[in-house]
């Protein structure tokens, strides 16, 4: 497009009497750029200005006023590009004067030279000028063939609840089942938890209406008996063959594989039919063959709805409980069947179990934890079948031992009120041990609340397994990617599929696929339901936003998507080794291949490739290059004592906002930082880096999200790929003969505003104590 550019600035919300507004419009004045102010841009005479500016031609605007995060309606205008640059929270109100020195006698000849503030918004106003140069216009990436249809892996009672709730919405559903009928587990329980006031009685399984519900839908078809072989392509467009349980598909690939493929996404080798499937993901442009599937299906979302197996206790440290020793030491997921099947037997000798002991802790210590994978769920289902055997046996006893009891919410209700049941003891409590005892059994247990040793004789022993989800060791879904068949490990799930687990639930690793039910983390059947809910309204999402061309999420609406110069590509395959989320394939040489809708821009392609060769639309190593570039940084020979320029690169997902917050609340921090907001850290290219401190700035830090066992990232691992190219940078600061102390890399929370201009100051600090720059001039 042609760029007509227009400069406005606002001198609403103080920045007119803070600020020497005039001076500011030099800068675009310089440039023949036209520039013009108002007291509020965003009231309606000030948006009314704006439009018909627009009208008149003008495409390219800079508007001057507040953050980027508020305003955005009142400041898009479609076909336009639109830089904002932030006066209002991130110069004025974190700036005010009063926490500034005053200026002494011989500054004040040379007053504007000295204002730290006044240079601070010069300062922003070049990079919002350069910035809109750089960049283009967006233009959406749009399917060809986009497939509304949704697939769910997973006939219980979560894939059948997403399944309707897609189908009232008017698409079109497939659901596999890789068993004979639908159900789940649902399908094998005596009573369900109850779900409504007074909360007191156990209420009949819903899965049988589940079923007649997804029968009665003309537009939910059903596969049972039927498994996902591969699933390849992108959202929109996603590829699926199935097969049946147990059935080979035959592929046509060479041997021997290239050794990056006999491993899958965390490391662990592949068994040779998986080999076959990744060498797929690996090669799928080499060969015909591995191109086209007559038998494959269109679909433009999934729901892996694929729900958890029970844990099957396996290992020596149940020993004590007589576990696989006892024959009536079970599972409570095998008391459920017995349960289903009719009275609480024992399975030694088929005679009533009348006194059960339920036992929540594997542990001989109250330090120690419940069984792996288990929760919530675990203690209300031992509340639940404690009250089978109420039902069963009038004389019945049930024996809760626990270490942690959780009753979330209003189940809370019913665990009371079987508190005041005479036949249903429950205590904190360790079990020290089951033994036999002539027909029976004897538990052990101690460090009760009693504060004594209890024993009780006990008909059944039934251990509090947890609930381990299907895509533990499995990965449900053999996706054909690069990064594996599965979903990358990254080490804090222990098998339970998200992309991230404080902001976006339902929403995977790979784009398009959504997660619902036990398989995201242990849920009751009644969460599940509302669960499958969520992942069908994202996975809709999914496909409207891909039919418009635009990002579905985080950056919801974002039109961009990473462009490739292949004539400088090297394939060294570090963009599509560091995707997050597998938008990149490659081919047998190593050249990428993009699936532009399998991408949430997160810019870590473009902040891992060493010849920068990767860009977006409105977002690249030049645009923001040229930023850096376009700070002011004085040489030492402007001042006897002159001010530091220091490059923050923070992160827009959660930095950002807290920086915001830093204004809203009137805290400071030192004027002599410069702000560039990037996507993520894993978008940092280190040549922003090198562009800095060559060309004088004194210091460089990265603020952004924390990584480690509590991550916050909304990319996953964008802040840890930053910290390990920081670790690199070592080098090039060697040849450049600074100090490594120069860059720092600091990690915020979105509420950690407050602590932030400590963060800051304390590196300017640092900074002052290095000294300058010795570039500082050249």
Same mark, same amino acid.
């Given at each position: 497009m042609d760029k007509k550019y227009g400069v406005y600035i606002c001198e609403g919300c103080g920045i007119g009497e803070s600020l020497d507004v005039k001076a500011l419009c030099g800068i675009p004045e310089e440039e023949g750029v036209p520039v013009k102010t108002h007291p509020s841009l965003c009231s309606s005479a000030g948006v009314e200005l704006l439009k018909k500016d627009v009208a008149g031609g003008t495409n390219t605007l800079v508007i001057a006023a507040c953050s980027r995060r508020v305003m955005f309606d009142i400041f898009r205008f479609d076909g336009c590009i639109v830089d904002r640059v932030n006066l209002r929270e991130g110069v004025v109100w974190s700036h005010p004067r009063s926490v500034f020195p005053?200026?002494? #006698? #011989?500054?004040?000849?040379?007053?504007?030279?000295?204002?730290?503030?006044?240079?601070?918004?010069?300062?922003?106003?070049?990079?919002?000028?350069?910035?809109?140069?750089?960049?283009?216009?967006?233009?959406?990436?749009?399917?060809?063939?986009?497939?509304?249809?949704?697939?769910?892996?997973?006939?219980?009672?979560?894939?059948?609840?997403?399944?309707?709730?897609?189908?009232?919405?008017?698409?079109?559903?497939?659901?596999?089942?890789?068993?004979?009928?639908?159900?789940?587990?649902?399908?094998?329980?005596?009573?369900?938890?109850?779900?409504?006031?007074?909360?007191?009685?156990?209420?009949?399984?819903?899965?049988?209406?589940?079923?007649?519900?997804?029968?009665?839908?003309?537009?939910?078809?059903?596969? +049972?008996? +039927?498994?996902?072989?591969?699933?390849?392509?992108?959202?929109?467009?996603?590829?699926?063959?199935?097969?049946?349980?147990?059935?080979?598909?035959?592929?046509?690939?060479?041997?021997?594989?290239?050794?990056?493929?006999?491993?899958?996404?965390?490391?662990?080798?592949?068994?040779?039919?998986?080999?076959?499937?990744?060498?797929?993901?690996?090669?799928?442009?080499?060969?015909?063959?591995?191109?086209?599937?007559?038998?494959?299906?269109?679909?433009?979302?999934?729901?892996?709805?694929?729900?958890?197996?029970?844990?099957?206790?396996?290992?020596?440290?149940?020993?004590?409980?007589?576990?696989?020793?006892?024959?009536?030491?079970?599972?409570?997921?095998?008391?459920?069947?017995?349960?289903?099947?009719?009275?609480?037997?024992?399975?030694?000798?088929?005679?009533?179990?009348?006194?059960?002991?339920?036992?929540?802790?594997?542990?001989?210590? #109250?330090?120690?934890?419940?069984?792996?994978?288990?929760?919530?769920?675990?203690?209300?289902?031992?509340?639940?079948?404690?009250?089978?055997?109420?039902?069963?046996?009038?004389?019945?006893?049930?024996?809760?031992?626990?270490?942690?009891?959780?009753?979330?919410?209003?189940?809370?209700?019913?665990?009371?009120?079987?508190?005041?049941?005479?036949?249903?003891?429950? +205590?904190?409590?360790?079990?020290?041990?089951?033994?036999?005892?002539?027909?029976?059994?004897?538990?052990?247990?101690?460090?009760?609340?009693?504060?004594?040793?209890?024993?009780?004789?006990?008909?059944?022993?039934?251990?509090?397994?947890?609930?381990?989800?299907?895509?533990?060791?499995?990965?449900?879904?053999?996706?054909?990617?690069?990064?594996?068949?599965?979903?990358?490990?990254?080490?804090?799930?222990?098998?339970?599929?998200?992309?991230?687990?404080?902001?976006?639930?339902?929403? +995977?690793?790979?784009?398009?696929?959504?997660?619902?039910?036990?398989?995201?983390?242990?849920?009751?059947?009644?969460?599940?339901?509302?669960?499958?809910?969520?992942?069908?309204?994202k996975a809709i999402q999914c496909l409207e936003s891909v039919n418009r061309g635009v990002s579905v999420h985080p950056r919801s609406g974002d039109m961009t998507f990473p462009d490739f110069f292949f004539q400088r590509c090297t394939q060294c395959k570090r963009c599509t080794e560091e995707c997050p989320f597998g938008a990149l394939d490659d081919d047998e040489k190593g050249t990428p291949k993009p699936n532009p809708t399998r991408c949430r821009r997160c810019g870590t392609c473009m902040g891992a490739c060493p010849e920068r060769i990767i860009g977006f639309a409105d977002y690249n190593i030049d645009s923001v290059g040229s930023m850096v570039k376009a700070v002011r940084v004085p040489s030492e020979d402007d001042y006897s004592e002159p001010p530091y320029r220091i490059l923050g690169l923070v992160c827009e997902n959660d930095a950002y906002p807290a920086l915001d917050m830093v204004g809203l609340n009137r805290l400071s921090y030192s004027a002599d930082v410069r702000l560039i907001p990037i996507r993520c850290l894993g978008s940092m290219n280190v040549i922003w880096i090198k562009d800095a401190l060559s060309q004088g700035m004194d210091g460089v830090f990265l603020l952004g999200c924390k990584h480690g066992d509590d991550y916050q990232c909304h990319f996953v691992k964008g802040s840890e790929l930053a910290e390990i190219r920081m670790k690199k940078i070592g080098d090039a600061l060697a040849s450049l003969a600074l100090e490594n102390e120069r860059v720092a890399q600091f990690e915020v929370a979105i509420d950690d505003y407050d602590k932030i201009p400590q963060i800051i100051n304390g590196f300017v600090e640092s900074i002052e104590a290095l000294g300058p720059n010795p570039f500082k001039g050249f």
């Open positions: 005053a200026l002494t #006698e #011989e500054e004040k000849d040379d007053e504007d030279k000295f204002d730290r503030v006044q240079m601070m918004a010069e300062d922003y106003i070049k990079m919002g000028m350069i910035r809109v140069e750089k960049i283009k216009l967006p233009e959406p990436y749009l399917v060809e063939n986009l497939s509304r249809k949704i697939l769910v892996l997973g006939g219980g009672i979560t894939g059948m609840s997403a399944a309707i709730d897609a189908a009232k919405a008017g698409f079109d559903v497939t659901i596999v089942e890789k068993t004979a009928s639908l159900g789940g587990y649902a399908a094998k329980v005596r009573k369900q938890i109850p779900v409504a006031a007074p909360y007191d009685a156990l209420i009949p399984p819903v899965v049988e209406a589940k079923i007649k519900e997804v029968e009665s839908f003309a537009n939910i078809t059903v596969k +049972t008996e +039927t498994e996902v072989a591969r699933i390849a392509g992108q959202p929109g467009e996603f590829t699926v063959t199935l097969k049946k349980p147990g059935e080979k598909i035959p592929f046509d690939v060479p041997f021997p594989l290239p050794d990056e493929m006999k491993v899958d996404g965390s490391g662990k080798e592949l068994d040779a039919e998986k080999l076959h499937e990744a060498y797929m993901a690996y090669n799928e442009g080499k060969n015909d063959i591995l191109k086209l599937d007559p038998d494959g299906e269109m679909f433009g979302a999934v729901i892996l709805a694929a729900g958890w197996r029970p844990d099957n206790l396996q290992g020596d440290q149940y020993a004590h409980l007589g576990f696989g020793q006892l024959p009536d030491v079970i599972t409570n997921h095998q008391f459920e069947a017995i349960a289903k099947a009719g009275k609480i037997v024992r399975p030694s000798d088929g005679k009533p179990a009348k006194s059960v002991v339920f036992v929540q802790s594997p542990g001989k210590d #109250e330090s120690d934890s419940d069984f792996a994978y288990a929760g919530s769920v675990t203690s209300m289902v031992a509340l639940k079948q404690a009250k089978y055997v109420r039902e069963d046996y009038a004389d019945g006893k049930a024996f809760i031992f626990y270490q942690h009891m959780r009753t979330p919410g209003f189940s809370e209700l019913f665990y009371k009120g079987l508190q005041q049941d005479p036949g249903i003891f429950m +205590t904190k409590g360790a079990v020290m041990g089951v033994a036999k005892n002539g027909g029976g059994m004897i538990v052990d247990a101690e460090n009760t609340l009693l504060g004594e040793k209890l024993q009780v004789k006990a008909d059944l022993v039934v251990l509090g397994a947890g609930m381990v989800p299907a895509t533990k060791d499995d990965p449900v879904i053999n996706l054909a990617y690069r990064q594996g068949p599965g979903f990358r490990d990254i080490g804090l799930f222990n098998g339970y599929v998200d992309s991230n687990f404080i902001c976006f639930p339902y929403e +995977t690793q790979r784009t398009g696929i959504y997660a619902a039910g036990a398989i995201r983390r242990s849920m009751t059947m009644e969460e599940a339901m509302e669960d499958a809910s969520g992942a069908a309204l």
